[in-house]
């Protein structure tokens, strides 16, 4: 097996709508593994997973799954399973015959198709609605049935858009359990979301996208190196946020200190982390403010991903 | 590339498909289409079409209590008949139809936002038209041919034996099988134009009702333009034949007649044309609902 037929290849590839612009000269391979897209609405992560899958193709370069393209359907999507984050579902249909129909249509006869239906059900834990019509379902389940027609063929490459999106926190666990032990098969597993604390510690690499770029790629502490010059932030949880970020600016090393949305903490931005402790215990210690917590908010996506791109990534 | 190279390629292109797999694909597809199609009440207004005509005949049939006169009044009810398959159903019932099954087939998922799940799994494009295509040709055939079938049924059944006889022992039967040929040929002839128009424009409306103005045009243009016309088959094929009315009558030019065989061929090969085109059409097709 050549190297290219275990990688997902990205070769110079743009997408536009138009005059919009999806995606632009993205390069990348990706190795077997779960790999995150993060990026905030609109960067791009959804074009990349529609021209990865050949729901759209690239209006300039050329993108390779496991050494096939989507010119090839048969073989190839023998080989992806792709849920996408769209919320709808042929009319009138139920989970089970969600499932079972495009497993019809991939060649499956109908003892093999029925009996990969109910292991796809089992495995996303839908088992017992499976009879139930999909209008009826809750959004998690939707989400859920979804992701079990996505798996039921077992794909080598998993392409998840917003897979987490809608679930309580036990399916949350359940699926990412899942998505880790189909990439322990030596699968691809492709996220996208905006969770990004949960994306961060499943991910063997991320992708990090803005406005159509890929901003920064690999593993998440090489993505770190990359952007070691960057001030380092750290979280402050504080009765007086206003009077510490005042305090901070007066250091020629803080580049920033943002006052969080509830009132109860600042983020600040630093060149030297040692002087802005230092700076912090002497006002904790006046009594000036009342410190309740101090964090590094570096070492997770969501930091690199504000660092690179000026956003916390979260929805829109 | 000789010629001859080019068939050993098309040999060697044909020997490598596996067809049986296209073959239950297509089975697969025709048979939950057609459930997904024809019992669903969003399909009431293609069964109002077709059945509008067998009320009116079925009233006629319980209402008219002159009773049914001589050989005379079966010619004129053949003729009624002939208005109603070819001027209604040809022209309009079927067109309409058509119009929405076929149009659906495609756009519809669009619009629905599900077309995506046919797009993923291990299907050829030109499979899947191929596939709708038939679906939507079974649920029009069946709803048409039974509305067809009714309406002739109803017109003799109040002649008693004198139309039993017409039509077992007279032209009845070939009229009758006439009208369900043209009945099938004009579901798949418009059937076809409608999925090509639904997978080229996003609002295929416009340009159906574009057509409908050509087939209605067409007999004023010269014969090679008539041969592109759905309705210029079907004209050949009807048994019983309408005499010209209305403004467009002194500007028609009457085409050299094409025999049963040449009709049926040539709205065939019209058909396959444009299915090949939709096979065309479809590749350039894009999952883009937002767009929509």
């Known amino acids: 097996m050549t190297l290219d037929a275990r990688q997902i290849v990205f070769e110079n590839v743009s997408k536009f709508y138009g005059e919009v612009l999806g995606v632009n000269k993205v390069n990348f391979s990706l190795q077997p593994g779960i790999t995150s897209l993060v990026g905030p609405n609109g960067s791009g992560k959804t074009t990349l997973m529609n021209?990865?899958?050949?729901?759209?193709?690239?209006?300039?370069?050329?993108?390779?799954?496991?050494?096939?393209?989507?010119?090839?359907?048969?073989?190839?999507?023998?080989?992806?399973?792709?849920?996408?984050?769209f919320d709808s579902?042929?009319?009138?249909?139920?989970?089970?015959?969600?499932?079972?129909?495009?497993?019809?249509?991939?060649?499956?006869?109908?003892?093999?198709?029925?009996?990969?239906?109910?292991?796809?059900?089992?495995?996303?834990?839908?088992?017992?609605?499976?009879?139930?019509?999909?209008?009826?379902y809750s959004k998690g389940m939707r989400q859920r049935v979804r992701l079990a027609q996505a798996i039921a063929h077992h794909p080598s490459v998993l392409v998840l858009d917003e897979p987490l999106n809608g679930l309580d926190p036990m399916a949350r666990a359940e699926s990412i359990t899942l998505f880790e032990a189909i990439a322990k098969q030596g699968m691809h597993v492709i996220i996208s979301s905006h969770i990004l604390e949960e994306v961060d510690r499943i991910s063997d690499r991320v992708v990090l996208m803005s406005s159509g770029y890929v901003v920064a790629e690999g593993q998440i502490r090489e993505v770190r190196r990359e952007v070691r010059d960057h001030p380092m932030q750290i979280l402050v949880r504080c009765s007086n946020a206003a009077r510490l970020a005042a305090a901070a600016f007066e250091l020629d090393h803080v580049v920033e200190a943002k006052i969080l949305n509830d009132g109860r903490g600042v983020l600040v931005r630093t060149?030297?982390?040692?002087?802005?402790?230092?700076?912090?215990?002497?006002?904790?210690?006046?009594?000036?403010?009342?410190?309740d917590a101090v964090a590094p908010a570096d070492d997770d996506v969501n930091s690199i991903y504000q660092y690179l791109i000026g956003s916390d990534g979260g929805p829109a | 590339m000789s010629a001859q190279a080019l068939v050993a390629r098309a040999q060697k292109w044909s020997k490598d498909q596996p067809w049986r797999l296209y073959g239950s694909q297509v089975f697969v597809l025709v048979r939950s289409e057609v459930r997904r199609n024809l019992f669903t009440r969003r399909r009431i207004g293609i069964y109002l079409l077709a059945l509008i005509p067998v009320v009116i005949i079925l009233t006629h049939v319980i209402f008219d209590r002159s009773g049914p006169a001589g050989p005379a009044q079966i010619e004129t009810d053949t003729e009624v008949l002939a208005g109603i398959v070819q001027l209604y159903y040809l022209r309009l019932g079927i067109f309409f139809a058509c119009m929405a099954i076929f149009t659906w087939l495609f756009r519809g998922e669009m619009v629905e936002r599900t077309l995506?799940?046919?797009?993923?799994?291990?299907?050829?494009?030109?499979?899947?038209?191929?596939?709708?295509f038939l679906a939507g040709a079974v649920v029009a055939i069946a709803l048409f041919e039974t509305a067809v079938l009714a309406c002739?049924?109803?017109?003799?059944?109040?002649?008693?034996?004198?139309?039993?006889?017409?039509?077992?022992?007279?032209?009845?039967?070939?009229?009758?099988?006439?009208?369900?040929?043209?009945?099938?040929?004009?579901?798949?002839g418009y059937g076809a134009v409608f999925l090509a128009l639904s997978l080229l424009f996003k609002n295929p409306v416009v340009p159906g009702v574009v057509i409908m103005g050509w087939e209605t045009i067409a007999p004023i243009f010269p014969s090679w333009a008539q041969r592109l016309?759905?309705?210029?088959?079907?004209?050949?094929?009807?048994?019983?034949?309408?005499?010209?009315?209305?403004?467009?009558?002194?500007?028609?030019?009457?085409?050299e007649p094409v025999s049963p065989f040449v009709a049926v061929l040539g709205l065939l090969c019209l058909t396959i044309a444009i299915l090949a085109l939709s096979c065309l059409f479809i590749h350039r097709m894009e999952i883009t609902y937002t767009a929509e």
């Open chain 1, 51 to 85: 021209l990865m899958t050949g729901l759209i193709r690239p209006s300039r370069g050329a993108v390779c799954v496991l050494g096939l393209t989507p010119r090839q359907p048969i073989e190839f999507f023998r080989q992806v399973g792709y849920c996408t984050q």
């Open chain 1, 89 to 136: 579902f042929p009319p009138g249909t139920n989970g089970y015959d969600f499932i079972y129909w495009p497993l019809r249509l991939h060649g499956f006869g109908h003892h093999q198709a029925a009996k990969l239906t109910d292991e796809a059900l089992e495995r996303a834990g839908m088992a017992q609605v499976a009879k139930r019509k999909v209008a009826g």
């Open chain 1, 271 to 291: 060149r030297d982390a040692e002087q802005f402790y230092l700076l912090l215990n002497k006002i904790a210690s006046g009594g000036l403010v009342e410190v």
């Open chain 2, 116 to 132: 995506h799940y046919q797009f993923l799994v291990p299907v050829r494009r030109e499979v899947l038209v191929v596939g709708k």
């Open chain 2, 152 to 188: 002739f049924f109803l017109m003799y059944s109040r002649f008693g034996s004198a139309g039993q006889s017409y039509v077992l022992g007279g032209p009845g039967l070939g009229q009758l099988g006439s009208y369900l040929l043209v009945t099938a040929l004009a579901c798949i």
């Open chain 2, 229 to 255: 016309s759905v309705t210029f088959y079907l004209k050949h094929l009807c048994p019983v034949s309408l005499p010209m009315s209305g403004p467009l009558a002194i500007f028609t030019i009457v085409a």
